[in-house]
T-cell receptor
Framework: AQSVTQLDSHVSVSEGTPVLLRCNYS??????LFWYVQHPNKGLQLLLK??????LVKGINGFEAEFKKSETSFHLTKPSAHMSDAAEYFC????????????FGKGTKLSVIP | GAVVSQHPSWVICKSGTSVKIECRSL??????MFWYRQFPKQSLMLMAT?????????EQGVEKDKFLINHASLTLSTLTVTSAHPEDSSFYIC?????????????FGPGTRLTVL
C-alpha cells in the first residue's frame, strides 16, 4: 500500500523568499513521486517527477525536489517565490515505474505575500 | 506533452436531471482513463478506472448506478451523473494513461465544474 503525507496544509511566504513544501511518502515498492500544481478552478499541471533516476529532480518554473529514501521524503523547493506561484500543490506517489495508480496527498496551499 | 480535454468545462443543472461529461485524449490513444472527484479545498479522490471496451472499476463507496462510465473508444470516456442532486456538485477531473513501452504516464484534463441546483 502507498500513502502520502503533506505536512503543511498552508504555507505563506513573502515574494522573493524561498519556498519549501514538505512531503513524506510510504510505499511497499520503489515509488515514483510527483508534484502537481493546481491554480483555482483549473486542472492539474505536472511540476516534476522522480522515477528512480537522479535523486534531485528539476521541474518547471524553477521548482525542484529531492528524493531522500532514508527519510522517505520528497520535499519541493524553489529559491525565490513569485506571485504567480500562489496555488495548491499536491504530492503524489505511485508504486513502481510510471504513473498508473496514483495516491494524492491532501494538498498544500501556497500563499505569496507581496 | 500529451493533451487531455474535458467537455463541458462547467455545467449547471437542476436536481433530478442527468449530466454527461466527456474526456478525450487528443493526440494519443488511451486504453485506460481515470475519473476523479475533488470537493472544495480538498484533494482528488479516485472514483473509477475506465477501461476501453470493458466495464469500469469503481472505488469503494462510489455508486456505479449513479456515476455511469462508458469508454467506447480509445480516445473517449464519458461520465454520466444520473439523477443529480446538490451533493453531487463538485469538480470532476479525468486523466488518461499514455503507454510508451512498459512506462505509463498519466495526463490530466482541465476539469469540469458541476453545480446542481
Amino acid at each position: 500500500a502507498q500513502s502520502v503525507t503533506q505536512l503543511d496544509s498552508h504555507v505563506s511566504v513573502s515574494e522573493g523568499t524561498p519556498v519549501l513544501l514538505r512531503c513524506n511518502y510510504s510505499s511497499s515498492y520503489s515509488p515514483s513521486l510527483f508534484w502537481y500544481v493546481q491554480h483555482p478552478n483549473k486542472g492539474l499541471q505536472l511540476l516534476l517527477k522522480y522515477t528512480s533516476a537522479a535523486t534531485l529532480v528539476k521541474g518547471i518554473n524553477g521548482f525542484e525536489a529531492e528524493f531522500k529514501k532514508s527519510e522517505t521524503s520528497f520535499h519541493l523547493t524553489k529559491p525565490s517565490a513569485h506571485m504567480s506561484d500562489a496555488a495548491e500543490y499536491f504530492c503524489v506517489v505511485s508504486e513502481g515505474a510510471g504513473s498508473y495508480q496514483l495516491t494524492f496527498g491532501k494538498g498544500t496551499k501556497l500563499s505569496v505575500i507581496p | 506533452g500529451a493533451v487531455v480535454s474535458q467537455h463541458p468545462s462547467w455545467v449547471i443543472c437542476k436536481s433530478g436531471t442527468s449530466v454527461k461529461i466527456e474526456c478525450r485524449s487528443l493526440d494519443f490513444q488511451a486504453t485506460t482513463m481515470f475519473w476523479y472527484r475533488q470537493f472544495p479545498k480538498q484533494s482528488l479522490m479516485l472514483m473509477a478506472t475506465s477501461n476501453e471496451g470493458s466495464k469500469a472499476t469503481y472505488e469503494q463507496g462510489v455508486e456505479k448506478d449513479k456515476f455511469l462510465i462508458n469508454h467506447a473508444s480509445l480516445t473517449l470516456s464519458t461520465l454520466t451523473v444520473t439523477s443529480a442532486h446538490p451533493e453531487d456538485s463538485s469538480f470532476y477531473i479525468c486523466s488518461a494513461i499514455r503507454t510508451s513501452g512498459s512506462y505509463n504516464e498519466q495526463f490530466f484534463g482541465p476539469g469540469t465544474r458541476l453545480t446542481v441546483l
